[in-house]
Every structure is written in C-alpha cells, then in structure tokens.
C-alpha cells in the first residue's frame, strides 16, 4: 500500500510598523483610504530617483532575529529583483538575495531558512468594471520575508507556526500583521512524496526527494492557510495515485470555491536576474553600535514562549489558560495586576477562571471602549469573596455584569442585591427542613439511591434564597438530616 508524506514550507510578508516607507519619506499609513496620496517620485520610480535605506526597519528585522535566535549578518546588501507587473512601478523591486538581514533560527519549533528586507509592490483593483485601476499608497512599504525550512507536514502546523509569527511580531511592536489588511501574506510551498519504491536512479530518487513542490500565494488568513495546504495536500496525492507527475507551478486560492487553481509556471531565481542595487550602499552591520546583538537583545520585551513559562510556573495555570493570556495583551496585564493584589495562587485561579470566561465573554457580548470600569483592586476583592464562599458563583456572576455595566465596590453591590450568602447554620438548617417537606416525592427518590435528586434539592434552596444561601453548606445539612 502506498503512502503519501506532505511537505510544506512557508514565505511569510509582513509589513513593517515605520513612520515612513522603506526607501523614502512617504508616509507609511497603511489605514489610507484615498488611492495615491501617499506617493512620492522615489516610491513611483521615476527615473533620476534616489532611495535611501530605512534605518528603523533595519532595526526591527534584526531585532526580530535576535528574538528567533538567528544569525545576524555582518554585511548586507540590497538587491534588484526584475519583473514586470502593473503595480511594480519601477520594472524591478528592491529586495535581498545573497545577503540577508538574518540567516537561521526557530520559531514554534520550525527551522528558519532567512528572514529578509525588501519593499512592498501596489495595490491592483480589478472589481471597478471593465479595467485595472493601481493604488501606489503600498508600493515601496518595508516588507519582512521569512522564509521557513521545508519541515511542516500538517495544515496545523503550517496555521499555527503562522499565528506564532503574528504574535511576536506583535509583542516586538514591529508589526500589527492584521492579516485582513493585508499586512501579512502568506505563500505555502507544498509537495507531496509516496513511499513506494521502484526502478530509480539514485539522482532521480534525490530530486523526488520531497516532491515536485507547488507554491500557493498570498493566502490572507490562518483559516486559509490550513485549507489550502489540505486541499493542495488531497490534490496531489490524488495527481500521484494516478499515476501522474504534479506540475511545478504558482496556484491561486479560491476562498468561495475551497480550491487552488494554477496561475503560472512557478518562476526560478535566475527568471528575476539579481543583481546589486547600485544606488543604495553596503550595510556593514557590526559597524552600527546600536544594531550590535547585546544592545538589541537588551531591547526585547518578553517573549511569548518565555511568557508561557511564566505563567504556568508562578501561577499555575493550564495550558489553554496561558495562551488566553499570552495571546491577550490587555487582559494579561489586568490578570497580573490583580494577581498582585491577591497574592496567593488558589485565588488567583479563580481569578483567571472568571477572566477568562465572565469578563471576556462581557467584553465580547459589548460595543463599550476599551478599558474596564472597575480596577483590579476591586476585582481582587470580588475573587476573595468568592473564595471565602461569602457569595456563590452564581452571585459572582450577577455582581461582575454589575460592576462591568456600573462599576461599583462588590461588596456593596452583594449587600444591596442580597447576594451574601447565608451561611448562619440554624437558618440554613430552617431552609433545609422547609425544602424537605415541600418535596416528599424528591426525598424518596433520594433514599431510595437516586443521587441527581440531592442537586434538585439544593436548587430548590437556591431558588428560595435567590441565590444568597451556601450550597455546599446546604447540601451538608440535607444530607445530615437525610440519613436520620
């Protein structure tokens, strides 16, 4: 029996966060809804034209190396890339090929190949009739390139590692990567091989190695990342149990349809005829103190992984606990702000249970600004409450959707609602009798074995009490006087 093993490897752009574009002054807006307004005779290629190297996004790709563990270059220089395309205002783009900003690293576990500068091409319209209208406000934006090793072998892989690299761009503060904008694009190169083997050369055994590879392009969500590496997966596998060679070429994505579909013969660096941008200078990056490793590395902020760690080794937090929080920037801070003022682990759980869920789930529900209307002092009291069983986790909820609508103190708003929880003995004792004997039927359902009959009994106390009496206390004195 055959079997088939996917490859894929990933070419990631992100657009760089600068005040201006890659080799010029012109604004770097990429909010700009009015076609050609930031555009300048440099961005537009008009002939005579001189560029000049964006200093700052220099920085943030080798800062985003020395994140990645990679290999920061010494020298660098850019590169014309030659081809022609309407929204390539000069016939050629400013890239990087021999020498790249940064060589090697690790992301989620994925190899690095390079990560590069190079400038951004415009925007083509094509839904405004019968013609092609060009907006040059992107055209010459500072553009990363990663390129991954060929070491994926799942859509899953190839989303997550694509949502890694969106995070830390986003906690480095060098790019915001709002993929529906279209400041990260993402191309999956994908080749399929099958095990079987049969009367090859070794050569000819070299070259399938990992198959004849197809690049996917400009794919501009996770959600569409992981389906066009499953569909192209099924389609080559299907080409091969044919007994068919899969072509190597550039495919589109059909979002509407779930399907790729060939756009041209996949083109070859030779195609783009390289050669040294005679009009920028060398970069010899050793000589540029602040771009030195240490000087950057003092720089970073907290890694995502480094956070993860955090969180599970000082709070103990689950898995899928620490990425809410990782992956969350505001909420983590209000997390951690009120883990302070709480100061012991077991609350702090709660705290983040009631974050993650209630709070968020508000958040979601609501149009409100930004920023919550209580702080984590109050929010602090608020778990202490409910960790003392002072109030019940129903009347936790009520009091959050207060303070979330109103603000307020949660102790105050318990006591105005009746939501502190009688936990006086003698009348939860007197609550227990009345429950008992209004519901003769559920007691013997009880003592006959039925034990889903005790919940029915405590939610009856709850109902009586409005939600102010202890369960738990509840349900130990009606289990008390039940074996009587």
Known sequence: MKTYYPTIGLEIHAELKTKTKMFCDS??????????????????????????????????????????????????????????????????????????????????????????????????????GDHTLLDFNRAGLPLMELVTEPVMHSAKEAGDFARELRLLLRVLDVAEANMEKGEMRVEANISVKCDARSEKTENEEKEEELGTKVEVKNLNSFRAVERAVEYEIKRQTEVLEKGEKVTQETRGWDENKGVTFSQRSKEEARDYRYFPEPDLPKLFINEIPEFGEDNLRKELPELPWQKRQRYKDDFGLNDEQTEFFVTNESFAEFFENTAKELNDVQKVKIAANYIISDIAGLVKATSKPSGLPFSPLQFSLLVSMIFSAEISSRGAKDILAIMYKEGGDPRAIAKEKNLIQQSDESSVSKMAEEIISENPKVVSEYKAGKEASMQFLIGQGMKKSKGSINPEMLKKILVEILKK
């Open 27 to 128: 604004k770097n807006d990429p909010d700009e809804t009015v076609p050609n307004v930031n555009v300048c005779p440099v961005c537009v290629g008009h002939p005579g034209t001189l560029p000049t190297i964006n200093k700052q996004a220099v920085k943030h790709v080798l800062k985003f190396g020395v994140a990645v563990g990679g290999k920061l270059a010494n020298f660098c220089e850019f590169d014309r890339k030659n081809y022609f395309y309407p929204d390539i205002p000069k016939g050629y783009q400013i890239s990087q090929y021999k020498y790249p900003l940064v060589s090697g690293g690790e992301l989620a576990g994925i190899k690095l190949t390079r990560v590069h500068l190079e400038e951004d091409t415009g925007t083509s319209i094509h839904d405004r």
